[in-house]
């Protein structure tokens, strides 16, 4: 990803520091995409105002609010009955559909980005980092005899 944002943005070093590079390029889940349009637009829009600051380090505050931003906006993408879903993709790395209803919000999940797909070895896909604490701290409710779903 440093090879791409070189190649596109030389002067990067300039606005942000190496380890903010890195920190915006987890949370992007390698989503070259993302990182370009969504973060770095979004950081070069900010650090405008706060050019003493430059380069940005990782734990500024401009950091931090591109990123929360970008949360939320992922948060509001999908809806609480997609949950268990994301969280079995989360826990497996794959899509293991219980119904074939859910085919139409798993591909909904790649349109949005939602859901990342990556090929080491083997093809595998996770959820996108800016989802993570939300889909980390949610938990089924039990049904009446204690069961959780999933």
């Not at 994301?86 to 074939?100: A, W």
């Amino acid at each position: 990803m440093r090879r791409i944002v070189e190649k596109r943005f030389p002067s990067w070093r300039e606005i942000i520091q190496e380890e903010t590079l890195n920190r915006l390029s987890l949370n992007s889940g390698g989503d070259v995409r993302q990182l370009l349009r969504r973060f770095l637009v979004d950081v070069l829009d900010e650090a405008y105002f706060a050019q003493e600051r430059l380069p940005l380090a990782a734990n500024d505050s401009i950091i931090d609010s591109v990123i929360q931003k970008h949360q939320i906006e992922f948060e509001q993408m999908v809806t609480r009955d997609e949950y268990p879903l994301l969280k079995t993709i989360s826990l497996c790395n794959k899509i293991d559909l219980p119904r074939r209803s859910d085919l139409t919000v798993a591909a909904r999940f790649f349109d949005i980005r939602a859901v990342l797909n990556y090929r080491d070895k083997i093809p595998w896909v996770d959820v996108n980092p800016l989802l993570w604490p939300l889909i980390d701290g949610w938990s089924p409710k039990a049904d009446r005899d204690g069961n959780e779903p999933l």
